[in-house]
């Protein structure tokens, strides 16, 4: 099997009639949308691991918090990997060890291991995505990217968006090992499959190692994504002595990397990306949405099992339809992309979910699960015309050379923005059900705790619907992006 693809003469492979692109598709997606599907997989069974070891709250968190961790640190240097080897032997690479994290995970003897475990499928994971991302914008000329990142769209949040249903149901039937072993065939017949299809679509150049960057990356983002996730863990919240600590770390650590990289001929993660207008939106646009996201996907079930008094599962099942038309719509809203350009799309969409985020800021403890079914809806469809167009229209404006560092800026923000997402919402929702709370005459009676929370809610999507806003000012801005010649020129002009 070669590792490279002859003749050069086409540009993209997609235009090379003696290149299959669609198994090389299909071995990235297949790979992606189970890794991707592990990472809310284990979230329902929290509790469960919390008996079966005999552990506590925070202790079993960090199967969260840790996979996010280490996202957090390797995505970063996604680009550098990109550069370093072949698409073929960082695909085969990357899944391997999810697959042998995985295995770990599925044997665990100890809460100790099954955590070592789950640490080694986010190493796998968090590259997974930059090096897809990449991939596809090698393959497939701009004017036909929307539909195929329609279809990575479709894995980014359909398979996150049904893990927790799915695995209610593995959860009570099979048991909690079954996560993670029903999950291993499909991780080796994506590498089977991988080695057969896959072959190489990116150049290796080998750039120089800058060790200082890695550092400074792994403290910088690993603080920030440490720090957001432990705000929980403490009555102290952000005042929390380590909170404060990562956070400060962490910043610092963010400041002196993006430095460094303005710095290098040679980045590990080249911020020039934020030259591009389109990339910069895009960049603005995606932390908007994926903001908006985590307001419904963490706060929504929170309310649906409190004053709405619904069971875990029946909460999951609410929330399915709009997971499944998310996943349906995506490949649509990318072809819709390729023919109209970005504004078509965004500028409806973004309306549609500026109205919808006011509407949820109006719950209240008696508001039927229809409304809630309804409003779901209509969050994770304009989600699927706003998030993956914007993504596509900023990387559309890079140079070919800057294709793994604008993915890699991207897949980062995921989960920093995750995390940030969580601990910022579940704070505001917290804070203001304690005000209510204390305000209140009688602050343990569960119909006082349930308006309190309800306060919470309200707060927390009123602030999704100012920063849905924003979304809406930034549609109105958007054009269609033409990619930038930039590579053609002399390499000494380039740095």
């Known amino acids: 099997m070669q590792d490279t693809v002859e ?69 970063p240097i996604s680009a550098l990997l990109l550069q370093w080897f072949t698409t073929r032997q960082l695909f085969l ?57 329609g279809l990575i769209g479709l894995v980014i949040m359909f398979a996150p968006a049904i893990g927790p249903t799915l695995s209610g149901v593995i959860v009570e039937y099979f048991g909690w090992r079954y996560l993670f072993i029903l999950v291993i065939p499909f991780a080796l017949f994506s590498i089977a499959f991988g080695y057969k299809h896959l072959v190489n679509v990116s150049e290796v150049t080998k750039p120089k190692i800058d060790v200082i960057s890695l550092v400074l990356s792994t403290l910088g983002f690993g603080g920030i994504v ?70 419904s996907e963490i706060i929504l079930p929170i309310y649906m099992q409190g004053p709405l008094a619904l069971t875990a599962a029946t909460a999951g099942l609410v929330l399915l339809p709009g997971s499944i038309l998310n996943g349906a719509m995506s490949p649509f809203m990318g072809a819709l992309f390729d023919k109209f350009g970005p504004r078509v799309l965004m500028i409806p969409a ?52 800057l294709y793994p560092h604008g993915t890699a800026v991207m897949s980062t923000l995921q989960p920093v923005g995750g995390a940030i997402g969580v601990s910022v919402f579940i704070s505001i929702l917290n804070a203001r059900q304690m005000k209510v709370l204390e305000g209140s005459a009688t602050p343990e009676d569960p119909m006082t705790i349930d308006f309190a929370m309800v306060a919470g809610v309200e707060l927390v999507y009123f602030i999704a619907f100012l920063m849905s806003i924003v979304a809406v000012v930034l549609a109105f801005l958007v054009y269609r992006a033409k990619p930038e010649v930039e590579e053609e020129l002399p390499s000494e002009q380039v740095k």
């Open 226 to 295: 440490y720090g957001f996730s432990s705000v929980g863990e403490s009555a102290d919240g952000f005042a929390s002595v380590n909170v404060l600590s990562a956070l400060i770390v962490g910043v610092i650590g963010v400041v002196l990397f993006v430095l460094r990289q303005l710095k290098l001929d040679e980045p590990v993660m080249d911020l020039r990306v934020f030259r591009y207008p389109m990339y910069t939106h895009a960049v603005l646009m995606f932390l908007i949405i994926i903001m908006a996201m985590f307001a």
């Open 7 to 75: 003749p050069k003469k086409y540009e993209y492979l997609a235009d090379n009639p003696n290149v299959k692109v669609i198994p090389i598709m299909l071995s990235l997606i297949i790979g992606a949308f189970f890794a991707i599907l592990n990472e809310t997989l284990l979230n329902i069974a929290l509790i469960t691991l919390m008996d079966e070891f005999s552990i506590s709250l925070p202790t079993v968190q960090w199967m969260a918090t840790g996979f996010m961790l280490v996202m957090a640190i390797v995505i």
């Open 93 to 149: 690479g990357t899944m391997t060890v999810f697959t042998i994290g995985t295995i770990v995970s599925a044997s665990a003897p100890t809460f100790s291991i099954l955590l070592v475990g789950r640490l080694i499928q986010a190493v796998g994971t968090g590259l997974l995505m930059p090096i897809i991302f990449n991939v596809f914008l090698l393959i497939y000329p701009p004017e036909r990217r929307g539909k195929v990142m």
């Open 350 to 401: 973004t309306i549609v979910l500026s109205g919808t985020m006011f509407m949820m800021s109006r719950l209240t403890v008696d508001t039927p699960v229809l409304v809630v079914v309804i409003g779901y809806i209509l969050i994770m469809l304009t989600v699927s015309a706003i998030m993956m167009p914007a993504e596509t229209n900023g990387l559309n404006q890079l140079p070919k050379r």
